[in-house]
Nanobody
Framework: VQLVESGGASVQAGGSLRLSCAASGVTFSRVAMGWFRQSPGKERSVVAS????????YYTDSVKGRFTISRDNAENTVYLQMHSLKPEDTAVYYC????????????????????WGQGTQVTVSS
């Protein structure tokens, strides 16, 4: 299984980025997906997650209204569209996959995920 993130960059506050995570070696339609982030000295925490069918989604409060998670099961890819970026969004962003039995389940705890990408750096300057 391989998850490869891309799209991280350095941007100014108020800018936008779209992160992508391409999955291989996994039955993508059977996995729930999540985006997490980690900054120095902090624990890895969920940003957004989506059920395997893409209909059910979760966002942490700090990104609601600014970030959108989506997935393309035909392309085995999950996206995180980020708008109105703030300096506090600066972190390494990781995607993760978890096999899910039910279509509507999404997951917020990093410990339950089965597979992880290598991360992509997002830096937002003020």
């Amino acid at each position: 299984v391989q998850l490869v993130e891309s799209g991280g960059a350095s941007v100014q506050a108020g800018g936008s980025l779209r992160l992508s995570c391409a999955a291989s070696g996994v039955t993508f339609s059977r996995v729930a997906m999540g985006w997490f982030r980690q900054s120095p000295g902090k624990e890895r925490s969920v940003v957004a997650s989506t059920a395997r069918n893409g209909d059910w989604k979760y966002y942490t409060d700090s990104v609601k209204g600014r970030f959108t998670i989506s997935r393309d099961n035909a392309e085995n890819t999950v996206y995180l569209q980020m708008h109105s970026l703030k300096p506090e969004d600066t972190a390494v962003y990781y995607c993760a996959a978890k096999y899910s039995v039910r279509n509507n389940d999404y997951y917020t705890r990093p410990q339950v995920y089965d597979y992880w990408g290598q991360g992509t750096q997002v830096t937002v300057s003020s």
